[in-house]
């Protein structure tokens, strides 16, 4: 009996430390049926979760306590590392599950002090509304093969919009009103914003492609919303793979309204002797960069 009241608590909180995981598994790191309100909805349980199990403790667990609840969830940490952008690898759910509940476990273990409570609905709230989405495109983009593709594999296929660039101005980096040139036969364009997770991946993927196409024009059109130059530069900046590319923004909507931008990054070449798209797809996947390539060597 002395040897089962031992084990007793450790495997107890194994097994709530399994659950942490579970909860997180099924309701934030997947994609398909999982949005910001999944992740909310999980964040906060956890919190409260913790919360509860320090007071059926009277809030005096041990260290080892501690780290048997959050070993299941870190024992996940390997299937969240995905990527070379180290922000992106330590901003997952699991990730920031566990730094709740170290927080919990701390300095911020009584929820019933408004402060506290205040603080991990805040954080909460903030990372699943603002950012968590982003997060998971950016996670799982390789892989979903759902995004929007307008050209299929038929050499000849267009998009019925006859888009004359000429018709429209945009703004450099230099904050100077600009038409986009015309000199080559085909113009690729792809929009972003500060916000877009999957932008920076796609720039990486497709930049070393395109630079061995001299006969397209290549144009990276900053996007947003709501138009601040301010915001605009800063973000450029922040940019280091765009420096020295033709980074405008269309500050009057004109021309994505044109296209039917509803997602960054939209990615389109087009016919400059036609003005015909020939290729339009939104989102980034190794299947948006397969077929883009396969379009660029047709092009003559």
């Given amino acids: 009996m002395v040897i089962v009241d031992k084990i007793k608590k450790p495997l107890l909180f194994l097994f709530y430390s399994f659950s942490v995981a579970l909860i997180l598994r099924f309701s934030a790191f997947s994609y398909e049926g999982i949005n910001k309100?999944?992740?909310?909805?999980?964040?906060?349980?956890?919190?409260?979760?913790?919360?509860?199990?320090?007071?059926?403790?009277?809030?005096?667990l041990s260290i080892f306590d501690k780290l048997i609840y959050i070993s299941m969830p870190i024992l996940f940490f390997e299937r969240s590392w995905f990527d070379e952008d180290i922000i992106y690898n330590f901003t997952n759910p699991y990730i920031v599950g566990v730094g709740i509940i170290i927080l919990n476990f701390s300095f911020l273990k009584d929820l019933k002090k408004y402060k506290n409570s205040l603080f991990f609905f805040t954080f909460i709230f903030l990372y699943s509304f603002l950012y968590f989405e982003n997060w998971q495109y950016y996670r799982f983009g390789d892989w979903r093969d759902k995004s929007v593709l307008?050209?299929?594999?038929?050499?000849?296929?267009?998009?019925?919009?006859?888009?004359?660039l000429t018709d429209y101005n945009f703004i450099n980096?230099?904050?100077?009103?600009?038409?986009?040139?015309?000199?080559?036969?085909?113009?690729?364009?792809?929009?972003?914003?500060?916000?877009?997770a999957i932008c920076k991946p796609a720039f990486k993927g497709l930049i070393p492609i395109l630079e061995k196409y001299e006969n397209v024009e290549k144009y990276y059109i900053y996007n947003f919303k709501k138009y601040n130059s301010k915001s605009y530069i800063d973000s450029y900046?922040?940019?280091?793979?765009?420096?020295?590319?033709?980074?405008?923004?269309?500050?009057?909507?004109?021309?994505t309204q044109r296209i039917g931008v509803f997602a960054n990054p939209t990615i389109l070449i087009l016919n400059n002797r036609t003005n015909k798209i020939i290729y339009l797809a939104v989102g980034y996947s190794d299947y948006n960069k397969k077929t883009l390539t396969q379009t660029l060597n047709k092009l003559k």
Avoid: M, R
């Fill in 150 to 164: 307008l050209s299929l594999d038929k050499p000849n296929d267009t998009i019925k919009v006859d888009l004359k």
């Fill in 173 to 196: 980096t230099k904050l100077d009103t600009i038409k986009i040139s015309k000199i080559k036969p085909y113009t690729f364009i792809i929009t972003w914003d500060e916000y877009c």
């Fill in 37 to 60: 309100y999944n992740c909310f909805i999980a964040l906060i349980i956890i919190v409260i979760g913790s919360y509860w199990v320090q007071k059926e403790n009277n809030f005096s």
């Fill in 237 to 255: 900046n922040k940019q280091n793979i765009l420096h020295n590319k033709n980074v405008i923004a269309d500050y009057n909507y004109f021309f």
